[in-house]
């Protein structure tokens, strides 16, 4: 039986996460499956991945083949990596205490470039946002001037007006008492 390491998608329309399963290659895809061994979600930046360690690389060892998109997930979560140093111990190149201590050294690389991208994405969020509330500051200073402009233009006809209906008044005061 070809087992095969695979996504299986749920989601609805254009919103997919997807299950990484182990399942019978003649299998749908979102069909029967053996095992569910973790779940991806593209939607998120970085993606999201949950994914049992142990139990994909110990089907790896079984023999099972992951598609392409999984392969690179296995890789981008090290099981590929640990997979190879696994071999190498058993060739008889490396001791498992060797094995162990390059895997701690590129998962510690890995988390630092992880973590590098998070940061950047935030940092840059937060100029986003700073950018504008900038803008907004702007835009919002030339109303207020241009409503303080407005305001200013108003007050100076209403002074003309009650100047004149003043200068009438004196005017009709003044005809009244002659």
Sequence with gaps: MPVKIRLSRHGRKKQPYYHIVVADSRAPRDGRFIERIGSYNPLTNPATIELNFDRALDWLQKGAQPTDTCRAILSYK????????????????????????????????????????????????????????????????ARAQEIAKKRAEAAVKEAEAQAENASEEADNAEAENA
């Design 78 to 141: 090290g099981v590929l990596m640990k997979k190879h140093l696994l071999e190498g111990v058993k060739k008889g190149a490396l001791t498992p205490e060797q094995a162990e201590a390059k895997f701690q050294d590129w998962v510690s690389q890995k988390e630092s470039k992880i973590k590098a991208k998070i940061d950047s994405l935030a940092k840059a969020q937060a100029d986003n946002t700073k950018k504008r509330i900038e803008a907004e500051s702007k835009v919002r200073e």
